[in-house]
Each structure stands twice: as structure tokens, then as C-alpha cells.
């Protein structure tokens, strides 16, 4: 007898039902924990903010723009440390109100975060079948939870504006050969200086034009800025760059950086300059190599994502809202253990890291910690992975951190507007 088709099993009203419930269940639930998560932030009161707003008021009075400082209770002074490119965009804020100028800070950030989680999640969602709008707003409720973010938008930081233009060079414009390919990698790099080390990431990575074009654009940046302040310009590049004491003091808990962490556990005296510097070389050989495998292997996300991490590691400075990196990590995590299939050792191992960073990184260093205001000599094991968290979280995602081993397709952005969202 010839076999029966066997028809797939039907889904009724009462299961679909059931599934919207769950997923409605499950937003309510993430959104209803944001409010939990950023009520201790609020203590920061937009702090970085003012302080650029009031720089900015004392620079259009006439005063030599890195004169400025401002005591604090916990880093004892603070200056500004931007660019001169940076201050020339942030000038306007000299003559906005407090209000609006929170506005014009947060709303943009809130953008970002939408737009560039979903350049993230989107081709993840659609490749493995999953459903794309349930997904997508799971994702950036998840994004806004993370500490990092959290701290970008209570303290008032550009650092969202950042990762869209390395986001939307790294991942669209540089894959697709566009002819401005590196801009905005120039752009970042002219407005901050940690996204430099994405100029060292085209360049291993041998994306010889883009590098050319992304130095070209900081350089005209730094030109222009020179061009309409030139005192400022010439005391920062010969100066203020190598004034780390500027910025706060190193060994505060909130900067996860590899100096962070020896000045932890040498203070109350500075870290040995030979030992960092080793630290450093051995690092970034080692990430940028690993980023550089990545992307010949066509995972243009996880190259990038390991050269944010090693730009975190070897920085002087790197404090927790610098680190937006975790949340591309997590991502490719999840993408290489869906793609690991059902019930693998592999699968279950990509899993629980993806779980755990996400942990490590909602839960955060320094939202739930009272860490002090004096110096403290850390010398406990469990002082030292407490409040080195994030340094060991990235020396662990650097070594361990998984290329997806396939040519990916270039994505296009107009593909992820394409309105095939599945419920």
C-alpha cells in the first residue's frame, strides 16, 4: 500500500493565543525591570553632561577650553578631555537649557539603541526563522538593561553616536566596498579617541582604502578644529593627551581597563609603566589577530567585536559606559550556538556563556556597588574578580570567542527594512 501523507499538525487559536500571551507576558516583564535598573543610576544626575554643557559655557566666555575643571567627590577634579573636534559639536550646548539639552542627548541615544540592535539581532532572527518583531523588542529591552547603557544615558555620553558610525562603517559600508567606507570610523576616531584602534582593525584586517579614508576624515576633523581654535588644539595633541590624571583616578573601580586593574592592585602607588605596556603588546597582537581571522572568514561582527574589546583592554581609561562591546559578543554567542544544533556539548557551552556575560553585564560593576571614595589596595580573590569583572569578561571573550565560520552575506540596509516582521 502506498504510504499516507502525513499532514504537518495544525497550530489552533487556542495554541497562537497562548504564544502572544506568553511573548506579551514576557515584555511586560523586561520593561517592568528597566525602571529597578536605573533608579540607582539616577543618582548621576546627567553629570557628564553638565560638566560638558558648563565647559562649553566657559569656553564661549573666552577661557582656554582645557582650563576648565570641576571638583568631584570620588576623582577629586575633573576636566574636559575630549577633542577639540568634539568640543566644536558639542559648542551649541553652551546656550541650551538643562531640559533641552537632556533631550537632545537622550533621545538620540534611544534611537541608537533601537537602530543599532537591530542591525545587530535582525539578520539573526531571519536566518534561523525566528520570530522578527517579538524578537527585535525583546532585544532592545535587553540592550537598554545593559550597565553600560544604562550609564551612557544617566551620565549624559556621546557613546552612542560612536557606535553608530563604527556600526554602520564596519558592518555595511566597508563589506559592501562603498566608496566612503571609513568615515565613519574617521569620525569616531576625531570625536574620541577610542575608536582609533578600528583604524588598526582595517588595516589587519587589510581594507586598505577604508583605513586611508578613515584617517583622512580624523585628520580633516582635527584640521577643522584646529583651523577655529588652534591654542586649544595644539595644548591638547601636545599635552592634554597624555595627562591621564585628568580624567579621574585610575584605580577607581569603575575603570576596566588592564591599567584599571594593576592600578587596583598596586595602589595606592601607580602601576610600573614596563609591565602595562607588555600587557598591552601581548593583548592587542593577540585580539587584533583573532579579529583579523574573523573577518577573512567573512564574520565581519565578531571582528569588530574583538577589536572593541581589545580597544577596552589596552586603553589607559575605559570606563563601564565605554563598553558597549559585551552586546555584539552575546549575539554572535547566540548565533554560533543556534547554529551549533539541537542537544550539542558545543551548543549548550555557547549558550550558557552568552547567559552568563549577559548576566555579568545587566548586573554591572558599579551600579550595585558602593565602592568608596578612598584608594584600596585590592589583594582578596573575590575583591579582585568583583571589581575587575568586565577586564576578566573581556580577556575571556577575546581567547574563547567564536568566528562564525561562513561567508556571510553583505547585508544591505535597505534588506532590513524589508517588512516581512513574523509575529
Same mark, same amino acid.
Given at each position: 500500500?502506498?504510504?499516507?501523507?502525513?499532514?504537518?499538525?495544525?497550530?489552533?487559536?487556542?495554541?497562537?493565543?497562548?504564544?502572544?500571551?506568553? &511573548?506579551?507576558?514576557?515584555?511586560?516583564?523586561?520593561?517592568?525591570?528597566?525602571?529597578?535598573?536605573?533608579?540607582?543610576?539616577?543618582?548621576?544626575?546627567?553629570?557628564?553632561?553638565?560638566?560638558?554643557?558648563?565647559?562649553?559655557?566657559?569656553?564661549?566666555?573666552?577661557?582656554?577650553?582645557?582650563?576648565?575643571?570641576?571638583?568631584?567627590?570620588?576623582?577629586?577634579?575633573?576636566?574636559?578631555?575630549?577633542?577639540?573636534?568634539?568640543?566644536?559639536?558639542?559648542?551649541?550646548? *553652551?546656550?541650551?537649557?538643562?531640559?533641552?539639552?537632556?533631550?537632545?542627548?537622550?533621545?538620540?541615544?534611544?534611537?541608537?539603541?533601537?537602530?543599532?540592535?537591530?542591525?545587530?539581532?535582525?539578520?539573526?532572527?531571519?536566518?534561523?526563522?525566528?520570530?522578527?518583531?517579538?524578537?527585535?523588542?525583546?532585544?532592545?529591552?535587553?540592550?537598554?538593561?545593559?550597565?553600560?547603557?544604562?550609564?551612557?544615558?544617566?551620565?549624559?555620553?556621546?557613546?552612542?553616536?560612536?557606535?553608530?558610525?563604527?556600526?554602520?562603517?564596519?558592518?555595511?559600508?566597508?563589506?559592501?566596498?562603498?566608496?566612503?567606507?571609513?568615515?565613519?570610523?574617521?569620525?569616531?576616531?576625531?570625536?574620541?579617541?577610542?575608536?582609533?584602534?578600528?583604524?588598526?582593525?582595517?588595516?589587519?584586517?587589510?581594507?586598505?582604502?577604508?583605513?586611508?579614508?578613515?584617517?583622512?576624515?580624523?585628520?580633516?576633523?582635527?584640521?577643522?578644529?584646529?583651523?577655529?581654535?588652534?591654542?586649544?588644539?595644539?595644548?591638547?595633541?601636545?599635552?592634554?593627551?597624555?595627562?591621564?590624571? &585628568?580624567?579621574?583616578?585610575?584605580?577607581?573601580?569603575?575603570?576596566?581597563?588592564?591599567?584599571?586593574?594593576?592600578? &587596583?592592585?598596586?595602589?595606592?602607588?601607580?602601576?610600573?609603566?614596563?609591565?602595562?605596556?607588555?600587557?598591552?603588546?601581548?593583548?592587542?597582537?593577540?585580539?587584533?589577530?583573532? *579579529?583579523?581571522?574573523?573577518?577573512?572568514?567573512?564574520?565581519?561582527?565578531?571582528?569588530?567585536?574583538?577589536?572593541?574589546?581589545?580597544?577596552?583592554?589596552?586603553?589607559?581609561?575605559?570606563?563601564?559606559?565605554?563598553?558597549?562591546?559585551?552586546?555584539?559578543?552575546?549575539?554572535?554567542?547566540?548565533?554560533?550556538?543556534?547554529?551549533?544544533?539541537?542537544?550539542?556539548? &558545543?551548543?549548550?557551552?555557547?549558550?550558557?556563556?552568552?547567559?552568563?556575560?549577559?548576566?555579568?553585564?545587566?548586573?554591572?560593576?558599579?551600579?550595585?556597588?558602593?565602592?568608596?571614595?578612598?584608594?584600596?589596595?585590592?589583594?582578596?580573590?573575590?575583591?579582585?574578580?568583583?571589581?575587575?569583572?568586565?577586564?576578566?569578561?573581556?580577556?575571556?571573550?577575546?581567547?574563547?570567542?567564536?568566528?562564525?565560520?561562513?561567508?556571510?552575506?553583505?547585508?544591505?540596509?535597505?534588506?532590513?527594512?524589508?517588512?516581512?516582521?513574523?509575529?
Amino acid at each position: 500500500m502506498p504510504a499516507e501523507s502525513v499532514a504537518p499538525p495544525a497550530v489552533s487559536h487556542d495554541d497562537a493565543g497562548g504564544r502572544t500571551a506568553r &511573548r506579551v507576558v514576557t515584555v511586560l516583564a523586561l520593561a517592568a525591570l528597566l525602571p529597578a535598573l536605573y533608579l540607582p543610576a539616577l543618582r548621576h544626575d546627567y553629570y557628564d553632561l553638565k560638566i560638558y554643557m558648563r565647559a562649553m559655557d566657559w569656553w564661549s566666555a573666552g577661557h582656554p577650553l582645557y582650563d576648565y575643571v570641576q571638583p568631584d567627590r570620588v576623582q577629586g577634579a575633573l576636566y574636559f578631555t575630549y577633542p577639540p573636534f568634539a568640543a566644536l559639536l558639542l559648542a551649541p550646548f *553652551a546656550h541650551l537649557r538643562l531640559g533641552v539639552a537632556i533631550a537632545a542627548f537622550v533621545l538620540p541615544t534611544l534611537a541608537g539603541v533601537v537602530v543599532t540592535t537591530r542591525w545587530l539581532v535582525l539578520p539573526v532572527l531571519r536566518r534561523h526563522g525566528l520570530p522578527v518583531g517579538f524578537g527585535l523588542t525583546v532585544a532592545v529591552l535587553l540592550v537598554l538593561a545593559v550597565e553600560s547603557t544604562r550609564e551612557t544615558i544617566t551620565l549624559g555620553q556621546i557613546n552612542m553616536l560612536l557606535v553608530v558610525l563604527i556600526l554602520a562603517d564596519l558592518l555595511f559600508a566597508v563589506p559592501q566596498g562603498r566608496r566612503w567606507a571609513g568615515v565613519g570610523v574617521g569620525l569616531a576616531a576625531a570625536l574620541k579617541l577610542f575608536p582609533g584602534i578600528f583604524v588598526l582593525y582595517l588595516l589587519v584586517t587589510r581594507r586598505w582604502r577604508a583605513a586611508l579614508v578613515a584617517t583622512a576624515t580624523a585628520a580633516a576633523a582635527t584640521l577643522l578644529a584646529a583651523a577655529v581654535a588652534p591654542g586649544d588644539s595644539w595644548r591638547f595633541w601636545t599635552h592634554e593627551l597624555w595627562a591621564t590624571d &585628568r580624567v579621574g583616578r585610575t584605580d577607581y573601580t569603575g575603570n576596566q581597563s588592564l591599567f584599571g586593574l594593576l592600578s &587596583r592592585i598596586t595602589a595606592p602607588a601607580e602601576p610600573g609603566r614596563l609591565p602595562w605596556l607588555l600587557l598591552v603588546v601581548l593583548v592587542a597582537g593577540f585580539g587584533l589577530w583573532r *579579529a583579523a581571522r574573523a573577518a577573512r572568514a567573512g564574520d565581519a561582527l565578531a571582528g569588530l567585536t574583538l577589536t572593541g574589546l581589545v580597544g577596552g583592554l589596552i586603553s589607559p581609561i575605559t570606563w563601564t559606559h565605554h563598553l558597549y562591546w559585551f552586546i555584539p559578543a552575546v549575539v554572535v554567542l547566540v548565533d554560533a550556538a543556534l547554529d551549533a544544533g539541537r542537544a550539542t556539548r &558545543r551548543r549548550r557551552g555557547l549558550l550558557a556563556l552568552a547567559v552568563f556575560t549577559g548576566v555579568v553585564i545587566v548586573y554591572g560593576v558599579v551600579t550595585f556597588q558602593d565602592w568608596g571614595t578612598g584608594t584600596v589596595h585590592t589583594d582578596d580573590p573575590v575583591d579582585f574578580v568583583v571589581r575587575n569583572a568586565y577586564v576578566l569578561l573581556s580577556l575571556l571573550l577575546l581567547a574563547v570567542l567564536p568566528a562564525r565560520r561562513r561567508a556571510e552575506k553583505v547585508v544591505n540596509r535597505t534588506d532590513l527594512v524589508k517588512d516581512d516582521v513574523r509575529g
